[in-house]
């Protein structure tokens, strides 16, 4: 009994202690407003320089951390420019068509101070999502988790998550 109770004190000890990891703060303490300009877009991909621009705004929102205002009266601004997009099949159904495609979107984004005139951060940044290519004459009815039924349901979960790791790496750091 005594045994178990030093065990059960142990792990007690270990859960609440953690491990040690912590994220800092990447954001200067400083900083409270944001300004965001449109993403430049250098694919063929129409429109995924607004998208994540808007998209961006919306998670900046939902984080609450960073104040989206006019550029004149911002602390901080976010630069990017969507860099490659690319789609390309990854499997193929009996009659050699396609059966699905990866989309893989990389981008750059800098994260500026504007009171002091410097870079915060600055990363290439990339996603990928699968999408199945429905066909009219197969009824490919096997769920697929992690697979969207969509090249526009892959291409907004890729965007989405790219919004999010622009908030993330900024706020948090990671």
């Given at each position: 009994?005594?045994?178990?109770?030093?065990?059960?004190?142990f792990l007690l000890i270990l859960i609440t202690?953690?491990?040690?990891?912590?994220?800092?703060?990447?954001?200067?303490?400083?900083?409270?407003?944001?300004?965001?300009?449109?993403?430049?877009?250098?694919?063929?991909?129409?429109?995924?320089?607004?998208?994540?621009?808007?998209?961006?705004?919306?998670?900046?929102?939902?984080?609450?951390?960073?104040?989206?205002?006019?550029?004149?009266?911002?602390?901080?601004?976010?630069?990017?420019?969507?860099?490659?997009?690319?789609?390309?099949?990854?499997?193929?159904?009996?009659?050699?068509?396609?059966?699905e495609y990866k989309i893989f979107v990389k981008?750059?984004?800098?994260?500026?101070?504007?009171?002091?005139?410097?870079?915060?951060?600055?990363?290439?940044?990339?996603?990928?999502?699968?999408?199945?290519?429905?066909?009219?004459?197969?009824?490919?009815?096997?769920?697929?988790?992690?697979?969207?039924?969509?090249?526009?349901?892959?291409?907004?979960?890729?965007?989405?998550?790219?919004?999010?790791?622009?908030?993330?790496?900024?706020?948090?750091?990671?």
């Open positions: 009994m005594k045994k178990q109770l030093i065990y059960i004190l202690a953690g491990c040690g990891y912590h994220f800092l703060p990447n954001m200067p303490e400083h900083l409270k407003t944001t300004y965001v300009n449109v993403f430049g877009n250098t694919t063929i991909q129409f429109g995924i320089g607004s998208q994540l621009t808007n998209e961006l705004v919306n998670e900046l929102n939902l984080d609450g951390t960073l104040k989206k205002v006019t550029k004149e009266d911002a602390d901080s601004e976010f630069k990017g420019t969507v860099i490659q997009y690319t789609q390309i099949p990854v499997s193929f159904y009996e009659d050699k068509t396609v059966k981008i750059y984004v800098e994260f500026w101070d504007l009171r002091k005139q410097k870079k915060v951060w600055g990363s290439n940044l990339s996603r990928s999502e699968n999408f199945i290519v429905q066909q009219y004459s197969t009824q490919d009815t096997t769920p697929r988790i992690g697979v969207f039924y969509s090249r526009e349901e892959a291409l907004d979960a890729i965007v989405k998550g790219l919004a999010r790791d622009i908030v993330s790496r900024t706020v948090e750091g990671w």
